[in-house]
C-alpha cells in the first residue's frame, strides 16, 4: 500500500505530500587494509533517481559512511566544512523542520519503517490501546568528532506498556568489555585484522510475538486516515521486549548458518573450519566486530549478512562504543581520547593543571566529611563519565571506585577528589592500552587487598588483575561484602575472587582455541593466603570464613589456578587497592600496559 505524508505542523511544509530522493547504490569495502591508517576505504556509489515510494520494497545492500544519508543536501554540499551546520540535536519535530538535513533523515526513516514491513494501517480494536510515538534526533560523529551523517529515530513510548498485555520477557544480552579487550589482545598477538559492520534498523528485523498498536507518527499522518493507527509486526525502537526480539533473531541467523554461540558470553559466536581455521563475531545490538585467521571465512561472513541484513561497512575497527581503536603492524592500541576529551569539557577541565596521579596517598574520603553539599545529579554524571573511561584505563580504577561510594551524598570534597582524577586524565589523555603481538597466549593474574581500606566500616578492597601478553584484559577494584579479621583473610578472600574471575576468562580462552593447558598462575603477596589455598586444615582463625570463598581450594587441587608468592613492589594489583605515590603508580601503570603510544 503506498503512502502520502502530511507535514502536519509547519505550513511552510503542508503541501510537502510526497517528493523524490535519491536512491543510494551502495558497494562494499575490501579487505585489503594493511593498518588504520588505509582504513578509509575508496568507496564508488552511484546515485540513481527514484521516486520515493515508502511501499517499494527495499533491497538489502551494504551501506558505507561515504553512502549514509548522502541524498542530503547539507551533507553534499558542506562535506568540507560540516561543523558550519548546527550541531544542536532538535528536541521535538517542529525543531527539526528547520533544517531540510532532519526533514530528510525523518523520510529515510520511515522509508525503512515501511521497507522492513514493521507495520500495517488499521483501525484500533475494541479494548485495545495504542503507545504513542516521537521522534528522537541524533548527530553521529566519528573518533574526530567529525559529522558522519544525521539520524532521525522513530520511537515508541514504552513506559506505557503494560506487563502481560504489550510485553512478556525483555532481557537481552550485550557483550561485556572484558570480551571485546580479549578479542583484540587475541587479534593483536595473532596479527589478525579486526573488522566493523552496523547493522542498519536493527530492531526493525525482529518480529514481534505479542498485538502492539502505535499512533501515527508525528507530523506524518496519512491523509484522510488520521484517526487510524498501526499495529506493529516488528519491534519498534522504545518498546521494552524490542532488544530482545533484536536478539532473537540475530541469534537465529548465526545459528542457522554455523556460527556457534559461545556458552559464557552469548553474544559471542565461534564458527572453525579444517586446518584450524576461524572466525570470530563479537555483537554489541546493533554493532559488530568481528576477525578471524582466515581472509575467506571473513568476506563469507560479510556477504551473509549483506544478503540478510541492511549493513554498512565500517571496514577497519577504528571506533567502538567509544573506544577508539588503531591497528597497527606491531599490535592493537586502545585508548578513548575523544570521549575524555568530551568528559574534560563538559566540566570546565580542558584547561586545567595536570596531575601527576589521579588520587593523593594522603586522601581519605569519608560519608559525613563536614563538607557542603553539592549537586546530586552532576556528581552523578561526572562519576557516570570516568566509570566509562575505566573501559581502556584500568589505572584509575581505583580512584573511580573510591569516587562511586558517595553517590547518594556527595560534597564539595568529593566533588574535588573527582576533579582531581580529570586533571590526572587531562595530562595522560594519550595513554591506552597496548596489546602487542609476538607474546604467548598465556593468562596471568594478580589479586591483592587493602585489609580495613574503608574508614566508614572497616571493609577491605578486593582487586585483581589479568593479562595476557603486554596489556590487561580484566580487571577489578571492589570492597568486599564481609569485614575481613586479618590481613590474610582480606587476601584470601581477595584471590578467591579473582580465581572465580580466571575460570570464567579459562573458558573464554577454550572456546577460542587457545586452551590453557597449566593453571593460570595468580600471584599474590601474602604467603597465609597461600598457604589457605593448597591446605584443608581447619584453624581457629579461619572457620568463620565463607563456604563461598574456600572455592578457590577446589580450583587449586584441579589446577585450574594455582597461588604463587610475588614481591609486594611487583604486585601490580596493588594500584587497584590504594593511592601510591607517582614513582610506584607509573611503575605499575606500565606493568598493565596502560602507556601512550
Not at 484500533?124 to 495504542?130: F, I, Q, T, W
Not at 510485553?167 to 537481552?172: G, I, K, L, V
Not at 526493525?204 to 506524518?220: A, I, S
Not at 585467521?293 to 541492511?310: A, I, N, P, R
Request: hydrophobic share 35%; with cysteine; proline share 3%.
Amino acid at each position: 500500500m503506498e503512502m502520502s505524508f502530511e507535514m502536519g505542523t509547519n505550513s511552510t511544509n503542508s503541501d510537502e505530500t510526497s517528493g523524490t530522493t535519491p536512491v543510494l547504490d551502495h558497494t562494499t569495502s575490501t579487505f585489503g587494509q594493511t593498518s588504520s591508517e588505509d582504513s578509509s576505504s575508496s568507496y564508488n556509489s552511484t546515485p540513481t533517481s527514484k521516486s520515493l515510494s515508502t511501499s517499494a520494497a527495499m533491497p538489502r545492500q551494504m551501506r558505507t559512511l561515504e553512502d549514509l544519508y548522502a541524498n542530503t543536501k547539507e551533507i553534499k554540499e558542506t562535506y568540507a566544512c560540516q561543523f558550519a551546520l548546527s550541531l544542536v540535536e532538535p528536541v521535538t519535530y517542529k525543531d527539526a523542520l528547520t533544517q531540510e538535513a532532519w526533514v530528510t533523515a525523518m523520510k529515510e526513516e520511515l522509508e525503512s519503517l515501511e521497507a522492513h514491513k514493521t507495520w500495517s494501517l488499521t483501525d484500533l480494536p475494541e479494548g485495545k490501546h495504542a503507545i504513542g510515538l516521537k521522534w528522537v534526533f541524533k548527530i553521529k560523529t566519528d573518533a574526530a568528532g567529525k559529522v558522519n551523517w544525521y539520524k532521525a529515530r522513530l520511537v515508541a513510548k514504552g513506559y506505557v506498556q503494560e506487563h502481560g498485555i504489550d510485553y512478556e520477557e525483555t532481557f537481552s544480552p550485550v557483550a561485556h568489555f572484558e570480551t571485546i579487550r580479549l578479542i583484540l589482545s587475541l587479534a593483536a598477538q595473532s596479527g589478525w585484522k579486526v573488522y566493523q559492520l552496523d547493522i542498519k534498523s536493527a530492531f526493525l528485523n525482529g518480529v514481534l510475538q505479542e498485538e502492539v498498536y502505535v499512533t501515527q507518527p508525528p507530523g506524518f499522518e496519512v491523509k484522510g486516515k488520521e484517526t487510524q493507527v498501526y499495529r506493529l509486526h516488528k519491534a519498534l525502537y522504545g518498546l521494552k521486549q524490542a532488544p530482545r526480539a533484536w536478539y532473537s533473531r540475530i541469534d537465529g541467523f548465526f545459528s542457522d548458518n554455523g556460527y556457534n554461540r559461545s556458552v559464557n558470553e552469548p553474544t559471542m559466536y565461534v564458527k572453525r573450519c579444517q586446518g584450524n581455521q576461524m572466525i570470530v563475531i563479537c555483537v554489541y545490538v546493533d554493532d559488530i566486530i568481528y576477525t578471524g585467521t582466515s581472509l575467506e571465512l571473513l568476506v563469507d561472513f560479510k556477504s551473509k549478512m549483506v544478503k540478510e541484513f541492511e549493513m554498512t561497512d565500517l571496514g577497519l575497527l577504528q571506533y567502538f562504543l567509544g573506544l577508539e581503536v588503531s591497528q597497527m603492524k606491531t599490535g592493537i592500541f586502545l585508548s578513548q581520547k575523544k570521549y575524555t576529551g568530551e568528559l574534560l569539557k563538559k566540566f570546565g577541565m580542558t584547561s586545567c593543571k595536570f596531575a601527576a596521579t589521579p588520587m593523593s596517598p594522603g586522601d581519605r574520603l569519608i560519608v559525613d566529611d563536614g563538607g557542603q553539599d553539592i549537586d546530586g545529579y552532576r556528581f552523578r554524571s561526572l562519576v557516570g563519565g570516568l566509570i566509562y573511561v575505566t573501559h581502556s584505563r584500568p589505572d584509575i580504577a581505583f580512584a573511580v571506585s573510591i569516587l562511586s561510594r558517595f553517590m547518594h551524598c556527595p560534597s564539595h570534597h568529593h566533588f574535588g577528589a573527582g576533579k582531581r582524577i580529570l586533571r590526572y586524565l587531562a595530562g595522560t589523555i594519550g595513554y591506552g592500552l597496548w596489546y602487542g603481538n609476538g607474546y604467548d597466549v598465556e593468562l596471568t593474574g594478580y589479586t591483592d587487598s587493602d585489609w580495613a581500606g574503608s574508614s566508614e566500616d572497616m571493609k577491605s578492597v578486593s582487586a585483581n588483575v589479568f593479562s595476557i601478553g603486554s596489556g590487561a584484559i580484566s580487571w577489578s577494584s571492589k570492597k568486599q561484602p564481609v569485614v575481613a579479621l586479618s590481613t590474610t583473610e582480606a587476601e584470601y578472600i581477595s584471590a578467591a575472587v579473582g580465581a572465580c574471575q580466571a575460570v570464567w576468562l579459562r573458558k573464554m580462552l577454550r572456546e577460542l582455541c587457545c586452551e590453557q593447558k597449566d593453571a593460570t598462575p595468580i600471584f599474590c603477596d601474602n604467603r597465609s593466603a597461600i598457604f589457605l589455598t593448597k591446605n584443608q586444615a581447619f584453624h581457629s582463625r579461619t572457620k568463620h570464613i565463607n563456604i563461598k570463598f574456600h572455592y578457590i581450594r577446589s580450583l587449586t587441587e584441579s589446577k585450574e589456578v594455582l597461588l604463587e608468592p610475588c614481591d609486594t613492589n611487583e604486585q601490580i594489583a596493588d594500584i587497584l587497592t590504594k593511592a601510591l605515590g607517582e614513582e610506584k603508580f607509573s611503575y605499575f601503570r606500565a606493568k598493565m600496559g596502560v602507556v601512550v603510544i
